[in-house]
């Protein structure tokens, strides 16, 4: 079992950032990918920005935007957000993918762009 817990989320203006964190605890699995996934209001969940195995996929709506980048010694997975505009307003899930192919979800965490 993996235990995901998300921080950093939070309200704020329009050109502004934030940065969400992502902690992994538990077993000793070893984890193969930890990515970002969002809900906007309404829709459906979707990906993000994913690293794994020194890669990193982005969805086009955030390219050049934000930057996610990975710990691996404290299996902490981040997302640098840059230049916020209110589409980008959701709640923010991150997710690892173990060598296994298990996959685990975190809790989720708002993030809310408006002034």
């Known amino acids: 079992q993996v235990q995901l817990v998300e921080s950093g989320g939070g309200l704020v203006q329009p050109g502004g950032s934030l940065r969400l964190s992502c902690a992994a605890s538990?077993?000793?699995?070893?984890?193969?990918?930890m990515g970002w996934h969002r809900r906007p209001p309404g829709k459906q969940r979707d990906m993000v920005a994913i690293?794994?195995?020194?890669?990193?996929n982005y969805a086009d709506s955030v390219k050049g935007r934000f930057t996610i980048s990975r710990d691996n010694a404290k299996n902490t997975v981040y997302l640098q957000m840059n230049n916020l505009n209110p589409e980008d307003t959701a709640v923010y899930y991150c997710?690892?993918?173990?060598?296994?192919?298990?996959?685990?979800w975190g809790q989720g965490i708002q993030v809310t762009v408006s002034s």
């Open positions: 997710n690892a993918v173990t060598v296994g192919s298990s996959t685990y």
């Open positions: 690293a794994s195995s020194g890669n990193t």
């Open positions: 538990g077993s000793r699995v070893s984890i193969y990918a």
